[in-house]
Structure formats: structure tokens, C-alpha cells
């Protein structure tokens, strides 16, 4: 089956290199999101997708929009059979969905209809989900309703963050991906309409989104934080510097962690650091803080960054 992959971000990778080893499969094209810029010398940055299609020397397109001419003439040119979408990053309109034989799939990170949207690891994680997964689905003109090829199930770890989950789910995804790619090729596979029940959203997050809200009860913190990393990344304000923060862990007072007791009665925000060991008060008890990263500096162990900002014993973060 000649193929049609369109996505950006490294979770995709996976995907397109699973399709470019298949025997059964030739990528004919790619459709990425255009070159940023980055740096002093603002040096355009091909996304992990093109890379991989540039070092397997596929033509690769980078339009503005889906919409725009060119990406109908291309799937002309090509001559293509499916289009298979991993985080691409942008809408597909009618027209394009309907310009190949067997239309286009989605690899989805969320077990449909839960989740549907831009961010559902994400979601997944702040919502305190056990389990998640991912959809292959048929793309249609709705956000992610259409009907499902397959699904596989995957566990949340306690510690997880939305980059070591989003990981896991893209490597087992790829394997999936290419086996739906076969049975579809196959006329094996038909998919099967959403249930209706359990639809659930999960927007685009911001950088606002990112920040700690510390009224918050800790639990909701510690998720909120694991969700947020590493992209856009957790952040709290010390004065009138943006702090970043890494996975925290849930202290009980009764416990001991890294060698101290976790402080009582600290109030929202506030900061109580230790020889070993950083607190912050929260809604409910305190969190342990795992890695600052001060505005312009490296990510540094908490105790570290304690000793290095010569805290007072009065700062609350905000």
C-alpha cells in the first residue's frame, strides 16, 4: 500500500519509521509542519518528522495549511492509497480527507472517546486516570469521532509524566499502527462507530495552564506537575522570578523523606527547606520538591537550589 504519513513531533517518529521498514508498505510522501527558527542566529529547525523523512530521502511537504493547493497536488503526484496522521499538529479539511482511496487514520493517545482533543496524555494524568491507551481511528471532518480500527491499553504509573507515558504509548503505537495499516491493506479491518457515552475533552494546554496553583490539595498538585512535564513545563513565581519545577512527591508528615520529616501546618506556597530535603505547603499537608530550574540556569537537585538562593525562611512561592 503506498502510504501518506503527516506529523511533527518526536511521538510520531516512531510511527513513520515502523511504516518506512514495513515490506508490505512504501511511504511515498510527508507532510510536516513548517521549519521553526530558534536561536540567537534564528536558525530554521526542521521538526523530528522531517529529519527522519530527509534521511530516508522522502519528498517531504511543509504547507502552511492542509488546505493549501499544493497538498492535493502532491497526493496527486504520489499517487498514494492511505494517509496515516500522527500528531500532526493541524487540521485536515474535507477535501483532503477524501482525496485518497482509503482515506486518512489517526494514531490517537487516548482510548476514545475519552479524551479527544490536543493533549490527552495530558488530561489523562491530571485527571488521576489509571489506565489509557490509543486509538486507531478513520479521520473524519468532527475532532477525533470517527470510527475506531482498534485499540491497545496501557498502565499509569505512579510516577509517570506526560513524556515518559507519551513515550511508551508512541513505541507500542507504531507496531499497532503498521498492523492496522495491514489488515486494512488486507480488507481484513473494518472500524466501529464511538460509543456515545464517555466522551471526554482535552484542550491544547497553555503556559498558563502550567503554572501551580498551590490552594490546590497535594495529590492534585503532584498530577498536575507530572502532566506538565516536560512540555509546557510546571512552573511558580518566587518574587519576580519564574521558577520551574519537576515531579514533586506527596510528603505525610509522619514520614520520612530523604532522611527529614516532612513539616506540619505549612500554608499554601510556603517554602521550608531542609539539608536534604525541600517542602512546599499545599491545600492538604506539604509536597516534597524533586528539581528547580531557576530563569536562565540548569535544572538543579531542590536542596541545591535552597543553599544557592539563601532562602530566609519566610518566601512562598505564588
Given at each position: 500500500m503506498r502510504v501518506?504519513?503527516?506529523?511533527?513531533?518526536?511521538?510520531?517518529?516512531?510511527?513513520?519509521?515502523?511504516?518506512?521498514?514495513?515490506?508490505?508498505?512504501q511511504v511515498v510522501g510527508?507532510?510536516?509542519?513548517?521549519?521553526?527558527?530558534?536561536?540567537?542566529g534564528r536558525t530554521a529547525v526542521r521538526?523530528?518528522?522531517g529529519r527522519l523523512a530527509d534521511e530516508h530521502a522522502l519528498e517531504v511537504l511543509t504547507p502552511a495549511?492542509?488546505?493549501?493547493?499544493e497538498v492535493t497536488e502532491a497526493?496527486?503526484?504520489?499517487n498514494a492509497d492511505l494517509g496515516v496522521v500522527v500528531a500532526y499538529g493541524g487540521l485536515i479539511p474535507p477535501a483532503v480527507l477524501g482525496a485518497l482511496p482509503y482515506g486518512w487514520i489517526n494514531l490517537h493517545f487516548s482510548l476514545l472517546p475519552a479524551w479527544?482533543?490536543?493533549?490527552?496524555?495530558?488530561?489523562a494524568l491530571a485527571a488521576g486516570d489509571e489506565l489509557t491507551g490509543a486509538s486507531v481511528f478513520a479521520l473524519e471532518a468532527g475532532l477525533d469521532t470517527g470510527p475506531v480500527f482498534g485499540t491497545f491499553t496501557e498502565r499509569i504509573q505512579d510516577s509517570d509524566t506526560a513524556g515518559e507515558l507519551l513515550d511508551r504509548l508512541a513505541d507500542v503505537g507504531a507496531?499497532?499502527?503498521?498492523?492496522?495499516?495491514?489488515g486494512i491493506a488486507a480488507d481484513e479491518l473494518s472500524p466501529v462507530p464511538q460509543d456515545a457515552d464517555g466522551v471526554s475533552y482535552?484542550?491544547?494546554i497553555t503556559v498558563a495552564d502550567a503554572q501551580v496553583r498551590w490552594n490546590l490539595p497535594s495529590h492534585l498538585i503532584n498530577r498536575a506537575i507530572r502532566a506538565h512535564t516536560p512540555a509546557p513545563g510546571a512552573w511558580t513565581q518566587l518574587g519576580e522570578a519564574r521558577i520551574k519545577l519537576g515531579p514533586v512527591l506527596v510528603a505525610d508528615h509522619h514520614e520520612l523523606v530523604n532522611g527529614s520529616v516532612a513539616p506540619k501546618d505549612l500554608a499554601p506556597g510556603q517554602i521550608s527547606a531542609g539539608k536534604k530535603a525541600v517542602y512546599v505547603g499545599t491545600a492538604s499537608g506539604a509536597v516534597q520538591l524533586g528539581w528547580v530550574q531557576p530563569p536562565g540556569k540548569k535544572p538543579l537537585a531542590a536542596a541545591d537550589w535552597a543553599r544557592g538562593a539563601r532562602l530566609q525562611g519566610e518566601e512562598h512561592f505564588a
Open positions: 501518506v504519513f503527516a506529523g511533527t513531533p518526536q511521538p510520531a517518529v516512531p510511527t513513520l519509521q515502523a511504516l518506512i521498514d514495513s515490506d508490505e508498505h510527508v507532510i510536516t509542519r513548517p521549519d521553526t527558527v530558534a536561536g540567537r521538526s523530528p518528522i495549511k492542509m488546505s493549501d493547493p497526493l496527486n503526484r504520489w479527544r482533543g490536543a493533549a490527552p496524555v495530558q488530561a507496531v499497532f499502527t503498521r498492523n492496522v495499516v495491514d482535552a484542550p491544547k
